[in-house]
């Protein structure tokens, strides 16, 4: 690391992020998708008998790989001719497990599949049970839903940040993000009682209210993390080995990464303006002033930019979320899906009925099928949820945006370097419990 | 909101609920759907492919399977019987593609073919890549052929697994574990 704590000023940068950063010349021309199978690069027959091929096991167990991705990687000398992803160590059936359980209890599984950015999983699943549901959400639920969604994608680019830069053998950025990171798991717990999986959001609205004391301490976060991002800036764009280890890395075509299905921060990176948030409104965002960025280049280094935009825009959301926060219930009065208030079941004989059924039971959920998508911290998250008319979903899936993110693994290793694949698969943000849920 | 999509090639039926449009289209003729729907509607992201399994759909029971080999338990805890039956469907698997326009608002569309077991779904790799994965998961989790793909290999299950844990009739637990005393 050859950051100097002595640099005074850290460059000021205005909210305004929207700006694209180059219009330099495409990437490259046509498209990098191996063929016939887009998500596997083979070694050609006449290389391959040269005999000089190494295949190496990159993975399971690496402390590189953000978890259990394994990539066999072919190699000639240092030249990457060959690679292919291998996942599913890490999967547990979460889809088979919520199809046994009834909704109220299955809202617990969603969040531990993306397991950086819970709540937005969260949302996700208790989004598709309410459009089933048919069911009306309080306007303080859905600022609170908002506000924590991006907090959860602060926490997420923070940890992001920190194994990313760690692998490329930075290792205070590591220490620097995590401190960040406590902040927001304080909040977290503040709502939730526990800092990760907090289970905060019901069918409905959420399961509590707003705490006293949240919007003060939440405050003190918004306050300095543009600063802290811009002190993270100031630790990577000036390093040479980080600048030369990431640009012009991993390249990825925009025409080739709407074509491989990549969202969020990898299609912002390749010159992509899209963004749910915006283009489908949902939550409050529509009544939010926020930028989207957007980079051309289509590098490690592009995503890693995005990522810190992104922190920045996210810290403005939540100030917005704190500042516009309305009044009222935090979740809807509908008795056969609420939960009803505690202080009435020792007088409402009513009350105790539903909250008997509601807790035995569970509520029912019309007949129908429903694929509710937002944009989570890697992008389109999105659910798919089948249901029968009885208390338990009849099929449940999630469409995990990382998972999607690595089978751009290939199109982004062609031509690469053995030391480039660490940056490669770093930019791409899996997040294994998500890849194979 | 209500765009019809009667002219697409193979078209069967139509219907919007909750703001979701489900335009289902005959199985033989998907490959050739995807490509009008992608180059003639802009339609070019492909969101999501998943399968689900109807069999036992509206019998008696509730949603979610218990597994044993005589069907459904009413008598379990947690078993209740449904108020009203839910509307039969054509056959056991339904395919459903979640399609998204790079455009204003949105647009979205769920195109759907139905299959029984074993019969070959034609693959949409070529049409857009990203189904490669999307593909090769639910042929493993839940058994769908997909005719044309190009690496149908499992995906997330070892390589050596039997069955195909997302169907309704794969029981849930007692799955082989090594170096047990059942084994």
């Given amino acids: 690391m050859t950051a100097s704590p002595t640099t005074p000023a850290f460059p000021a940068r205005g909210a305004a992020q929207a700006q694209r950063a180059s219009t330099g010349p495409p990437i490259y021309e046509g498209t990098r998708i191996p063929s016939p199978i887009p998500t596997i690069l083979q070694v050609p027959d006449e290389l391959r008998a040269t005999d000089d091929i190494l295949t190496v096991n990159f993975g399971p ?38 199809e046994q359980k009834s909704y109220w209890k299955a809202i617990t599984y969603p969040e531990r599949i993306d397991y950086l950015s819970f709540q937005q999983n969260e949302l996700v699943f208790v989004l598709a049970i309410e459009k089933l549901l048919g069911l009306e959400t309080p306007p303080k639920a859905i600022w609170m839903r908002t506000l924590l969604a991006e907090l959860a994608r602060i926490h997420s680019h923070l940890v992001w940040l920190g194994t990313a830069g760690l692998e490329l053998g930075a290792i205070s950025m590591f220490w620097y993000c995590f401190r960040e990171r406590d902040l927001i798991l304080d909040l977290f717990e503040l709502v939730g009682g526990v800092r990760m999986h907090t289970r905060y959001f019901q069918a409905g609205g959420l399961a509590e209210d707003v705490p006293t004391g949240f919007a003060e301490q939440c405050r003190k976060l918004v306050d300095v993390m543009s600063k802290r991002v811009d002190e993270y800036e100031a630790l990577f764009d000036r390093n040479q080995i980080f600048l030369e280890r990431t640009k ?75 500042d516009g926060m309305p009044e009222g219930p935090w979740i809807a009065d509908d008795r056969k899906v609420v939960l009803p208030p505690r202080a009435e079941l020792h007088t409402s004989m009513e009350s105790l009925i539903h909250h008997f059924k509601l807790v035995t039971e569970g509520y029912r959920v019309p007949e129908g099928e429903v694929y509710v998508t937002i944009e989570s911290s890697r992008g389109e998250m999105g659910c798919y949820l089948v249901s029968d008319g009885g208390p338990k979903p009849w099929r449940v899936h999630f469409r995990a945006p990382s998972f999607v993110a690595l089978e751009a693994t290939a199109a982004c290793l062609t031509d690469a370097l053995i030391a480039d694949m660490i940056a490669v698969a770093a930019s791409l943000d899996p997040v294994m419990g998500e890849v194979d849920r | 909101m209500a765009r019809s999509y009667g002219h697409v090639p193979g ?53 979610g399977y218990w597994g044993d080999a005589s069907g459904r338990d009413l008598n379990r805890p947690g078993s209740w019987g449904l108020a009203e039956l839910p509307e ?14 790079l455009a204003k608002g949105a647009p979205r569309l769920r195109l759907q073919v139905w299959c029984d077991d074993g019969e070959p779904v034609p693959s949409v790799v070529a049409v857009w890549p990203t189904a490669d994965w999307h593909e090769r998961e639910q042929f493993d989790l839940m058994g769908i052929p997909f005719e044309g793909h190009p690496n149908l290999v499992r995906i997330l299950t070892p390589e050596d697994w039997e069955g195909h844990p997302l169907r309704k009739d794969y029981p849930i637990g007692g799955e082989p574990v090594r170096f047990s005393e059942a084994e």
């Fill in chain 1, 248 to 322: 012009g890395i991993g390249l990825l075509s925009a025409r080739d990464a709407i074509a491989l299905g990549q969202s969020g921060p990898m299609l912002r990176a390749s010159g992509v303006d899209w963004d749910l948030r915006k283009a489908q409104p949902y939550l409050a965002y529509p009544q939010l002033d926020f930028d989207v960025p957007v980079y051309d280049e289509g590098d490690v280094y592009a995503r890693y930019k995005v990522h810190m935009d992104e922190m920045r825009q996210s810290a403005r959301i939540v100030r917005q979320c704190l």
């Fill in chain 2, 11 to 63: 078209f069967v039926s139509e219907r919007t609920r909750h703001d979701e449009t489900t335009v289902v289209v005959e199985r033989e003729r998907l490959a050739e759907v995807a490509r009008f729907l992608r180059d003639e509607e802009g339609f070019e992201f492909l969101s999501d492919v998943v399968a689900a399994d109807y069999l036992g759909w509206g019998g008696s029971g509730v949603a």
């Fill in chain 1, 61 to 98: 167990n690496h402390p590189s790989t953000h978890g259990v991705l394994r990539l066999v990687v072919d190699l000639d000398g240092e030249r990457v001719v060959g690679v292919r992803a291998v996942i599913g160590y890490l999967h547990t059936g979460f889809e088979k497990s919520m």
């Fill in chain 2, 88 to 101: 039969p469907k054509p056959k056991r698997f339904s395919v459903s593609y979640h399609l998204l326009a």
